[in-house]
């Protein structure tokens, strides 16, 4: 029900937008995470876009480079990434849920996840 795409290969200090499609899925009820996963460590919390109000939550690592966005009308959320670092290397997943806000960094707060897609910075 959701599809995450638009990863590659990019060179350090560059930009790529992902892009997270849902189906079958009203995204007007549905807080839209972004996390990552690179070889040998766990997923970790990248951001969130609330599915009320659209109140955005960042990890410390991406703030200030990373910005969420949504269109409902498409069924479809991006992470726009700037400045991107060698370190921002991983697997990028999209999830969608209605968790509590207290939960939004947590794998747990997302019921549906996407297939992930793989970002590779480097020169």
């Known amino acids: 029900q959701l599809q995450a795409s638009g990863g590659g290969l990019v060179q350090p200090g560059g930009s790529l937008r992902l892009s997270c499609a849902a189906s079958?899925?009203?995204?007007?009820?549905?807080?839209i995470g972004w996390f990552r996963q690179a070889p040998g460590k766990e997923r970790e919390f990248v951001g969130v876009?609330?599915?009320?109000?659209?109140?955005?939550d960042y990890a410390d690592s991406v703030k200030g480079r990373f910005t969420i966005s949504r269109d409902n009308a498409k069924s479809t959320a991006y992470l726009q990434m700037n400045s991107l670092k060698p370190a921002d290397t991983a697997v990028y997943y999209c999830?969608?849920?209605?968790?509590?806000?207290?939960?939004?960094?947590?794998?747990?707060?997302?019921?549906?996840w996407g297939q992930g897609t793989l970002v590779t910075v480097s020169s």
């Open positions: 999830a969608a849920g209605r968790a509590a806000w207290g939960s939004r960094t947590s794998v747990v707060g997302y019921k549906y």
């Open positions: 079958g899925l009203n995204l007007d009820y549905y807080s």
């Open positions: 876009i609330r599915w009320a109000g659209g109140i955005t």
